[in-house]
């Protein structure tokens, strides 16, 4: 089994900065693609980054030039730099980490979210 975490949420002014980390623990072989959603109220939640194993990344149309996704391979870590964020980036943010786990195997685990509000 694994456990995901997101860290780094909070309430930031239009224009300004947020990093979002997410880290995976427990029994796990290796893994595979990471990424970033979000769901703002009344929405659907919507990919905003991935990252695969070996570094190759995707944006939301929407985010591209102001996001970047990055990992820690060592620490089992996927980052969100999110810069010039506006009122419309508001959304509880999730992380998503495709896990190669001992025993249950390949499976995609989901982080409970973590709040971004951006007040203009």
């Known amino acids: 089994q694994a456990q995901v975490a997101e860290s780094g949420g909070g309430l930031v002014q239009a224009g300004g900065s947020l990093r979002l980390s997410c880290a995976a623990s427990g029994s796990i072989f290796s893994i595979n693609a990471m990424g970033w959603y979000r769901q703002a109220p009344g929405k659907q939640r919507e990919l905003v980054a991935g990252?695969?194993?070996?570094?190759?990344?995707n944006y939301a149309d929407s985010v591209k030039g102001r996001f970047t996704i990055s990992r820690d391979n060592a620490k089992n870590t996927v980052y969100l730099q999110m810069n010039s964020l506006k009122s419309e980036d508001t959304a509880v943010y999730y992380c998503?980490?495709?896990?190669?786990?001992?025993?249950?195997?390949?499976?995609?685990?989901w982080g409970k979210g973590t709040l971004v509000t951006v007040s203009s």
């Open positions: 998503n980490v495709d896990v190669d786990a001992v025993v249950v195997g390949r499976k995609v685990y």
């Open positions: 990252i695969t194993s070996d570094g190759r990344t």
